[in-house]
């Protein structure tokens, strides 16, 4: 069983993607000088090694001592921030001066990767024998820089699956049982239209809303776009006054979240407080999205995970441990950063905090799949991730150039006008969204 306490994972405030690349910009242009040479360590010397992290990351008090018990002459410390964009801050200030101060191991997204790129030489090149091949391959890839360095070590994953309330479903007349609701949203041909043709038939028989945010459900849609904003042979950015595909995608979020949508700006208050009062029936549900979902759920009951997943297969966020290389110690802590990302570990983190593995071996292990979720009405959500994890087709995950979340950002703020604050229009607010990129001078 897994009691999560995760409260948010690759969920990232967008509106700060300037910060880090001015920040990071500031370091690049300091001139200086790598120093991975350093960092080697008697292996009979006492030394602390401090791995700063954030939200959740499955790493107990318990799981770092048994480090300790291996390796007897090393304490670990954990630096927890409470949110992402906090570590973030930490990570882009530090770096901006130098590196002073920073953590033996620094945890990161997904999401900040491409904008690390003009800093890679200040991170330890992770590969080695010892780990190759260890990771799902997009996940490896997703580590690397441009020239092919692995900066980052996979930590968890967010393969999505459909968290949902059975129990409103069972009100409404619809099916409520796992099983069913799989196959009622498509099961292995499921669609986004298939998607809200239910959401239609439950909001005409229900007082609560389809799903929560039209923001929150972009970001599934996007996720299955394989070159969004940018083209991936060179990282040049579309211009998205003509970018068709991303219009037809806004334009439908657009409308069927005007009877579909609970108007809600994800990861608010009022967002949180909705669980409480019924405000929704389903959620796009990466792993990790199951510690919000109990936490802010306390009290209610009737939450389920369905095995299926609108366009077949997505994956919303994940981590990396990084290495900086301005540290005391850094063999020492690219062994431990392997350790903690080592197959047992990500089980075991899985077992702590929901945080879901990206490991070939972990992900086939009976441990993982014999996993179940007593809040989720005892769904067994290790193999039901695990699942939805084989079902992502690598060849349609979002291409995120130095750009991506900047522009991203530009419809994701044009959506929450029209969905949340209900201030604009649709055609309105598009127009803001296109001088918003036009205001990044990318074209």
């Avoid at 790598?34 to 006492?46: A, H, M, Q, R, V």
């Avoid at 059975?166 to 799989?182: C, I, M, N, Q, T």
């Avoid at 966020?317 to 990084?322: A, H, P």
């Avoid at 086939?364 to 087709?393: H, M, Q």
């Amino acid at each position: 069983m897994i009691r999560s306490t995760r409260t948010r994972r690759g969920a990232a405030a967008l509106a700060g993607a300037s910060v880090i690349a001015l920040a990071l910009g500031a370091c690049s242009s300091s001139g200086d000088t790598p120093n991975e040479g350093s960092g080697t360590t008697n292996p009979d010397e006492k030394i602390t090694l401090t791995v700063a992290t954030f939200n959740n990351f499955g790493y107990t008090d318990e799981l770092l001592a048994e480090y300790t018990a291996l390796h007897p002459n090393i304490t670990v410390k954990q630096n927890v921030a409470a949110l992402s964009d906090d570590a973030r801050l930490n990570l882009t200030t530090k770096m901006a001066a130098g590196g002073e101060g920073l953590a033996d191991i620094e945890a990161i997204e997904i999401d900040w990767m491409p904008e690390l790129e003009i800093v890679k030489d200040k991170f330890a090149d992770l590969a080695s024998d010892e780990v190759a091949g260890r990771w799902l391959d997009w996940k490896e890839a997703q580590g690397k820089t441009s020239d092919g360095k692995l900066i980052g070590y996979g930590t968890d994953i967010g393969p999505e699956a459909i968290c949902y309330r059975a129990d409103l479903f069972k009100e409404a007349g619809l099916p409520s049982d796992r099983k069913e609701v799989a196959e009622l949203l498509g099961g292995a041909d499921a669609t986004w239209d298939k998607y809200y043709e239910v959401g239609k038939q439950f909001v005409a028989n229900s007082d609560s809303a389809w799903f929560d945010s039209a923001g929150a459900t972009w970001q599934g849609v996007v996720g299955q776009i394989a070159e969004p904003y940018e083209n991936r042979a060179d990282g040049s950015a579309k211009d998205l006054a003509t970018n068709t595909e991303i219009k037809a995608a806004y334009d439908k979020i657009v409308e069927v979240s005007a009877e579909l949508s609970g108007n809600f700006d994800q990861w608010s208050d009022d967002w949180a407080a909705a669980f409480q009062n019924n405000g929704f029936a389903t959620m796009l549900c990466p792993a990790w999205m199951t510690g919000p979902i109990e936490s802010n759920s306390g009290g209610v009951t009737g939450w389920d995970v369905a095995d299926v997943f609108p366009g077949g297969g997505g994956n919303w966020g994940g981590s990396f441990l990084t290495v900086p290389n301005t540290g005391k110690n850094v063999e020492a802590a690219k062994e431990l950063a392997a350790w903690l990302t080592a197959p047992e570990q990500q089980v075991k983190a899985f077992n702590n905090a929901g945080t879901f593995p990206s490991q070939i071996e972990a992900l086939a292990s009976e441990d993982l799949k014999a996993s179940t979720n007593e809040f989720f009405s005892n769904a067994p959500v290790g193999e039901i991730f695990a699942n939805r994890a084989a079902a992502v087709d690598a060849a349609n995950l979002p291409f995120k150039g130095p750009n991506y979340f900047k522009i991203n950002n530009a419809i994701t703020n044009a959506l929450k006008r029209v969905d949340v604050e209900k201030t604009d229009d649709a055609k309105t607010s598009w127009d803001k969204a296109i001088s918003e990129f036009n205001d990044l001078g990318l074209m």
